[in-house]
C-alpha cells in the first residue's frame, strides 16, 4: 500500500524519508508519525539510533527533514529494536473528531 500522506497540504512521500535516514547513517531505522494534537498536524520522525542521538545529529535530522518536505518536523530517538520490523515508513494516526 501506498504510505504517502498530505499534511498541511503537501504530500510527504515515503522516498523523502528514505533520503532523510540516507543522509544521516547514525540512523538504523526511522519510521515518521504524523499526529494532530488540538487539531494540529505535526510530524516526528522517530529513529532508532544506535548510541542515543545527541542535539546536534537531531539539529541536522530537522533541517534534512524541512529541505526534502518542505515541512517542519520533530525528531525523536529510540533505542535499537524500538520500530516494529513491518516496513512502515509514514504512519498517519491523526483523529478527527
Known amino acids: 500500500a501506498d504510505q504517502t500522506t498530505k499534511v498541511k497540504g503537501m504530500f510527504v512521500h515515503p522516498g523523502q524519508i528514505a533520503q532523510v535516514v540516507r ?5 538504523t531505522r526511522a519510521r515518521l508519525v504524523v499526529d494532530n494534537p488540538e487539531l494540529n498536524d505535526r510530524m516526528t520522525l522517530m529513529c532508532e539510533v544506535a548510541g542515543g542521538g545527541s542535539e546536534a545529529l537531531a539539529e541536522a535530522i530537522t533541517a534534512s527533514i524541512r529541505e526534502l518536505t518542505k515541512l517542519r518536523g520533530e525528531v525523536a530517538f529510540l533505542p535499537a529494536g524500538a520500530l516494529a520490523n513491518d516496513g512502515k515508513v509514514i504512519d498517519d494516526v491523526r483523529t478527527y473528531a
Not at 543522509?23 to 540512523?27: F, G, L
Open 23 to 27: 543522509r544521516h547513517p547514525e540512523i
